[in-house]
């Protein structure tokens, strides 16, 4: 069955540097989403992306934020200077039509000191 | 902006009993997804309700969309360990391109 797949599962960084998470979405699907989840907590909307170019994005999602889909598979979510309250995991998920059932990756958790 | 929740916040049940979480949205949506998030995992697709009133089964599940498409409810009837998880409702934020996750209904299943 295919999957969505997150690299990597973790990554322990310090404040201010620059972090790359990847996604591999499912290979036929057209909707894209970042998605965080502190622990315990909600799962939050980070940032949908279709047609190579953001669609919707929340109020997270600021300037040190940004989302690539730089080769046709891969879709990347850069946190450009992270913070402490940046610690979260990441959860990248697809989706083959407009409000359709979304496909979750196995998440990034990452870890910021 | 839009508000999705849902009660309770957390449910220990006896193996066998039956659970319920009710998730309530401040606007009418077009259509509300469920998942199930076990410990340590991801959320994980389970159904989508998406006319007024409707009800959907899956085996010990059932699942109801309100008739104002703004609240809805899953039900697990003789609850098993394996229904062990976070059950969170979703429904689209005021966008297609957006979809909102309620707060979660964290079950616990003693056996």
């Known amino acids: 069955e295919p999957e969505v797949t997150q690299t990597p599962s973790h990554q322990v960084t310090q404040m201010g540097q620059e972090v790359i998470l990847r996604c591999v979405p499912i290979?036929?699907?057209?909707?894209f989403y970042w998605y965080r989840q502190i622990l315990g907590q909600k799962v939050e909307f980070l940032v949908s992306?279709?047609?190579?170019?953001?669609?919707?994005k929340s109020e997270i999602f600021d300037d040190q934020f940004s989302v690539e889909r730089p080769d046709g598979s891969n879709f990347t979510l850069k946190i450009r200077s992270t913070k402490l309250e940046d610690s979260a995991m990441y959860f990248c998920?697809?989706?083959?039509?407009?409000?359709?059932?979304?496909?979750f990756g196995e998440g990034s958790r990452l870890t910021v000191l | 902006g839009q508000q999705v929740m849902q009660i309770p916040q957390y449910q220990h049940v006896q193996e066998g009993e039956d659970f319920t979480t009710y998730c309530n949205s401040s606007?009418?949506?077009?259509?509300i997804q469920w998942y199930k998030q076990r410990p340590g995992g991801h959320p994980v697709f389970l159904i989508q309700?998406?006319?007024?009133?409707e009800v959907k089964k899956q085996k010990r599940l059932t699942f109801q969309f309100g008739e104002a498409k703004k609240n809805s409810s899953l039900h697990i009837t003789a609850t098993q360990t394996t229904d062990v998880g976070t059950y969170f409702c979703?429904?689209?934020?005021?966008?297609?391109?957006?979809?909102?996750f309620g707060p979660g209904t964290s079950l616990s299943v003693i056996p």
């Open positions: 290979s036929n699907h057209l909707y």
């Open positions: 606007t009418t949506l077009s259509n």
């Open positions: 992306f279709y047609n190579n170019e953001i669609s919707e």
């Open positions: 309700l998406v006319k007024s009133g």
């Open positions: 998920a697809s989706s083959p039509t407009y409000t359709g059932e979304l496909f």
């Open positions: 979703a429904g689209p934020g005021g966008s297609y391109d957006k979809v909102i």
